[in-house]
C-alpha cells in the first residue's frame, strides 16, 4: 500500500474531514466547561474536567490498539466517534458533579479509540519516505479541528446557550461517523478477525511496547505542558481581561497550523530527534512566556507554544512508526497515546495543586509546566549524544 508516493489520495482526504469534525466535536465544549462545573457547586474539580477525561481515554489505549490491529481501523475509529455522539446528548442531562464527572469519565473512551486506529490507517496509505509529512498535513487538519472547536464552542455558548452547544458537539461528531461509511479499511482480509470479547484479554505486551519507549518520555513530558494549557486557559483569559475563553487554543493551534507540515518534512530529512529537540526548547520558552499572566506575553506565549506543538507531535507521531512492524502498529500507536494521555492527565491535575484557583498563583502552573518540559529537553540531549556514540563506535 506505501509503494506510492502520493499522500492526497482520496481515502486520506476523507480521513482528514472525519477527523477535523472529531476533534471540533470533543474540543469544541473545553472553554465552558470550567464554568459550568464550577457553577454545579465544583470549582475545586476543574481539574479533573480533563484528567479523568484522559483517564479512560488511556485506559482504553491497549483495548484500542489491539482491535485495530485484529478488528480493523474503520471499525474502531466508528467506535470512538459514536462516544462523542451519545455523550453530547448527554450533558444537558447532568446536574450534579458527580454524574458530570462520571459523563467525562465516559466521554473519554472516545479519544482512547479513534486516534488510535486513525494513526495506524495512515500508516496504512502513507509512502514511508513521506510518513514525517504526512503526519504533519493530518496534525494540520486536527489542529484546525481543536482551533474551531474552542472558538466556534465559545460562540455557540454566548448566542445560544450550553445545551445547544452539546447538541452540537453530538452533531459534528455524527458527521464524523457518516464520513467513515464511504472509506476503504485497509487492514489486510488475512489479518481480520471477526469481533469476540476475547480481543479484551489484555497483556502486558498489548499495554506497552518496548520499541517505543523513548517516544514515551518525550510524549508525556510534552503532554504534561498540554494538559496544563487547555486546562488553565480559560481561567488565565478572565485573569487577562479577554472574555472569548477559546482565544488561547485559536492563537496557539493557528499559529501550529503551517509549521507542522514544515516540521513533518524536516523531520524525515532531519531525524525525529533533531526536529524535537528543536520543538522542546520552543515548548520551554511559551511556558515561561505564558506564566507571566498579561495579555501581551498570553498573545506571544500561545504563539510559541502552537508552534511548539506544531513542531512535536508529527515528529513523535512518525517516530512511533519508525519503530514499530507493520504487524504491531495498533499497539505501538497505543503505547504512544497511553504516554500521551498520562502527560495530559498529570498536566491537568498536577499544577492545579499550585494554583488553587487564585489568579496571583496561576504562573506557577504554568513554570511547573516549564520545569518537566525542561527534562524532556535534557532526555532527547542525552538520546542524541547516545545514539551519535553508538553509531561512531560502530
Known amino acids: 500500500m506505501t509503494e506510492n508516493t502520493k499522500i492526497f489520495t482520496g481515502q486520506y482526504i476523507l480521513l482528514c474531514l472525519s477527523s477535523l469534525l472529531f476533534f471540533s466535536s470533543f474540543?469544541?465544549?473545553?472553554?465552558?466547561?470550567?464554568d459550568y462545573i464550577t457553577k454545579m457547586g465544583g470549582e475545586e474539580y476543574k481539574g479533573l474536567i480533563i484528567g479523568i477525561f484522559t483517564l479512560t481515554a488511556g485506559f482504553s489505549r491497549p483495548f484500542s490498539g489491539q482491535l485495530t490491529d485484529r478488528w480493523g481501523r474503520i471499525p474502531v475509529m466508528m467506535v470512538g466517534a459514536m462516544v462523542c455522539v451519545v455523550?453530547?446528548?448527554?450533558?444537558?442531562?447532568?446536574?450534579?458533579v458527580f454524574l458530570f464527572l462520571a459523563l467525562r469519565l465516559v466521554h473519554g473512551f472516545s479519544t482512547g479509540f479513534k486516534p488510535t486506529a486513525t494513526a495506524a490507517y495512515i500508516a496504512d496509505i502513507v509512502p514511508t519516505?513521506?510518513?514525517?509529512?504526512?503526519?504533519?498535513?493530518?496534525?494540520?487538519?486536527?489542529?484546525?479541528g481543536m482551533a474551531m472547536g474552542p472558538f466556534v464552542g465559545s460562540w455557540i455558548a454566548r448566542l445560544f446557550d450550553l445545551n445547544v452547544l452539546f447538541y452540537a458537539s453530538s452533531v459534528f461528531a455524527f458527521l464524523s461517523v457518516a464520513i467513515l461509511f464511504s472509506m476503504s479499511e485497509t487492514l489486510l482480509p488475512q489479518k481480520?478477525?471477526?469481533?469476540?470479547?476475547?480481543?479484551?484479554?489484555?497483556?502486558?505486551k498489548d499495554v506497552?511496547?518496548?520499541n517505543v519507549w523513548p517516544v514515551t518520555v518525550i510524549v508525556f513530558t510534552s503532554a504534561f505542558a498540554y494538559g496544563t494549557v487547555i486546562t488553565l486557559a480559560p481561567d488565565l483569559t478572565k485573569i487577562v481581561?479577554?472574555?472569548?475563553?477559546?482565544?488561547?487554543?485559536?492563537?496557539?493551534?493557528?499559529?501550529?497550523l503551517l509549521i507542522r507540515i514544515l516540521a513533518g518534512k524536516l523531520s524525515d530529512k532531519q531525524g525525529r530527534v533533531n526536529v524535537l529537540i528543536a520543538g522542546a526548547t520552543c515548548l520551554i520558552m511559551a511556558l515561561l512566556s505564558t506564566s507571566i499572566a498579561q495579555v501581551h506575553f498570553f498573545y506571544f506565549g500561545s504563539f510559541l507554544f502552537g508552534v511548539a506543538w506544531g513542531i512535536i507531535s508529527p515528529s513523535y507521531q512518525a517516530w512511533t512508526i519508525d519503530l514499530c512492524t507493520e504487524e504491531t502498529r495498533g499497539r505501538a500507536v497505543a503505547t504512544m497515546y497511553i504516554a500521551l494521555e498520562a502527560g495530559i492527565g498529570a498536566g491537568a491535575v498536577l499544577p492545579m495543586?499550585?494554583?488553587?484557583?487564585r489568579a496571583d498563583r496561576i504562573g506557577w502552573a504554568f513554570q511547573s509546566a516549564a520545569i518537566v518540559a525542561v527534562l524532556g529537553l535534557a532526555f532527547l540531549l542525552w538520546y542524541k549524544r547516545k545514539v551519535e556514540t553508538k553509531w561512531a563506535r560502530a
Open 27 to 34: 474540543n469544541m465544549l473545553i472553554p465552558e466547561l470550567p
Open 87 to 96: 455523550c453530547g446528548f448527554f450533558y444537558p442531562l447532568v446536574n450534579t
Open 129 to 144: 519516505q513521506r510518513r514525517g509529512e504526512a503526519m504533519g498535513i493530518y496534525g494540520f487538519v486536527t489542529s484546525l
Open 192 to 204: 481480520r478477525e471477526p469481533f469476540s470479547l476475547s480481543m479484551f484479554k489484555v497483556k502486558w
Open 208 to 210: 506497552f511496547y518496548p
Open 241 to 256: 481581561g479577554l472574555t472569548n475563553k477559546g482565544i488561547y487554543y485559536l492563537v496557539f493551534t493557528l499559529s501550529s
Open 353 to 357: 495543586l499550585l494554583y488553587n484557583n
